[in-house]
Nanobody
Framework: QVQLVESGGGLVQPGGSLRLSCEAS????????MTWLRQAPGKGLEWVAT????????SYIDSVKGRFTISRDNAENRLYLQMNSLKAEDTAVYYC????????RGQGTQVTVSS
């Protein structure tokens, strides 16, 4: 069955960095566009970034452009999100998902940006 497992979250000070990882299994990872989503406390699910199946193109929500980088390793069935210059407003549970069906996502990893 399809499984997505996120890791790499934690507590970081403003201005710090984290690298999230998502391990995919149960489907042909290399033919799917993949997405990172996030949900801040008390708010709805928000799209963060998407990457094409071969990693050749990516897109981002305006609030993270220039700070976050989405990437993937199709040989390892892994999706990544490098997050730099983190801000308090980036605090959220981060999920990886299939871009075509965001209901197919993992359990999430908590990112807390606080001093």
């Amino acid at each position: 069955q399809v499984q997505l497992v996120e890791s790499g979250g934690g507590l970081v000070q403003p201005g710090g960095s984290l690298r999230l990882s998502c391990e995919a299994s149960g489907f042909t990872f290399s033919i799917y566009q993949m997405t990172w989503l996030r949900q801040a406390p008390g708010k709805g699910l928000e799209w963060v970034a998407t990457i094409t199946d071969n990693g050749g193109h990516s897109s981002y929500i305006d609030s993270v452009k220039g700070r976050f980088t989405i990437s993937r390793d199709n040989a390892e069935n892994r999706l990544y999100l490098q997050m730099n210059s983190l801000k308090a407003e980036d605090t959220a549970v981060y999920y990886c998902a299939q871009a075509s069906d965001q209901r197919v996502r993992g359990q999430g990893t908590q990112v807390t940006v606080s001093s």
